[in-house]
């Protein structure tokens, strides 16, 4: 059994504004950083001011906060597209160069031109360009410094969503894991196949001794689940031919269960137990053929960089999703915990479908095997 992961931590009131406000947060942590940046040069000037310029000098810093904001705020949006439209390392930096320069030359020409002028409409003799050029810092280097903080920020943001993921991840896996065993080793289950088991020893003990045989390796399987709830194709298949066994000695000739299984896909790994629902649902709420007899198909296939996993059965989708949604109307663990357990595992590369055609309920898997996935 996989080791317990530790309780996800507080994201913080900031975190939780970021993900639920995201424009206020970006407004807000804008005022902050340029106020901050304000008041520390504004204490580090003072030296070179007289008293009477402290509080002109104070109201030239302070427009600083406001046109700081709007040309960050440019160059935030700029660095969005280029996020957005995923360019390389070096046609980011090459735009980033070419762009900071005239948004400074704009940023200084706007302090010097506009900001000085407004600033000596007001009745006050103030040398308000000489306080200018003294607030003035080199703006080039104040964006430049902006983007460096930016991207460390945001690489920050990723380690912390991506360690969030990870932890959710691993709750999900355990929470799945105990779901199935809940789900798989029910006590229907259990007293059915001993019931089968008991009347086989009277009747042929080799068959019992088999029974027993494939029931132990299936119970081995659930229990045996890696740290990451991940476990080969193979040792899914061979956890599902023990159970199939079992169920095909309980049903006997009602039930038929075939193969079609590509062996490359053997050692792919996937979510444990991620087939298993699919299979017990096909059983339990699948459909005699005319025959009376209950079919079951299981299938892998392994085409390009796509895994594809596949589980069908007799009968027609109900209303509420029918063989192989869910075990209760209203939902239950089936095709709802095994999508969330692929969207964990494969963020993006992955497909659920759930389809009905000629008598048949097919549910499939599609898994991307190219793009770097989670553990």
């Known amino acids: ?53 402290y509080l002109p000098f104070a109201q030239v810093k302070a427009t600083m906060i406001v046109t700081g904001s709007v040309m960050s705020t440019l160059m935030y949006l700029l660095l969005r597209w280029m996020n957005a439209v995923r360019l390389t390392p070096a046609l980011r930096v090459a735009i980033i160069i070419l762009a900071v320069y005239p948004m400074a030359r704009l940023w200084g020409s706007f302090d010097r031109g506009p900001v000085v002028w407004a600033f000596s409409l007001l009745p006050i003799e103030i040398p308000w360009r000489r306080l200018v050029e003294i607030g003035s810092s080199s703006y080039q280097m104040l964006l430049l410094a902006w983007i460096g903080g930016y991207y460390a920020l945001r690489h920050w943001w990723q380690l912390q969503l991506r360690e969030r993921a990870l932890l959710e991840y691993q709750i999900a896996a355990r929470d799945a894991q105990l779901l ?27 068959r019992a001794r088999e029974m027993i045989t494939r029931l132990s390796g299936f119970l081995r399987h659930s229990l045996a689940v890696s740290e990451h709830g991940l476990s080969t194709v193979g040792e899914e298949l061979d956890a599902l031919r023990s159970y ?4 095909e000695a309980r049903f006997e000739e009602r039930l038929r269960v075939t193969w079609d299984i590509d062996d490359r ?31 079951v198909h299981v299938e892998s296939v392994r085409a390009a960089d796509e895994l594809r996993l596949a589980v069908s059965n007799t009968g027609v989708l109900s209303p509420n999703g029918g063989a192989v949604e869910a075990p209760r109307a209203n939902g239950g663990y089936g095709l709802a915990n095994v999508r969330k357990r692929l969207a964990h595992a494969f963020p993006d590369h992955h497909a659920v479908a759930l389809t009905d055609a000629d008598g048949w309920v097919r549910a499939e898997l599609h898994i991307g095997l190219t793009p770097t996935r989670r553990p």
């Open 1 to 53: 059994m996989p080791a317990t992961p530790r309780p996800l931590a507080d994201p913080g009131a900031l975190a939780r504004l970021a993900s639920a406000r995201p424009v206020l947060f970006f407004v807000l942590a804008q005022l902050a950083v340029w106020t901050a940046y304000a008041a520390s040069s504004y204490v580090a000037m003072l030296p070179k001011l007289v008293r009477a310029e």
């Open 180 to 206: 199935a065993l809940a789900y798989q080793l029910n006590p229907h289950f259990l007293f059915n196949t001993l019931n089968s088991i008991r009347a086989l020893i009277l009747e042929d003990r080799h």
């Open 265 to 295: 896909t053997r050692e792919v790994e996937v979510p444990s137990l991620i087939l298993q629902p699919l299979v017990e649902n096909a059983i339990r709420h699948g459909e005699p053929d005319a025959s009376g007899v209950l079919s």
């Open 244 to 247: 199939l066994a079992i169920e």
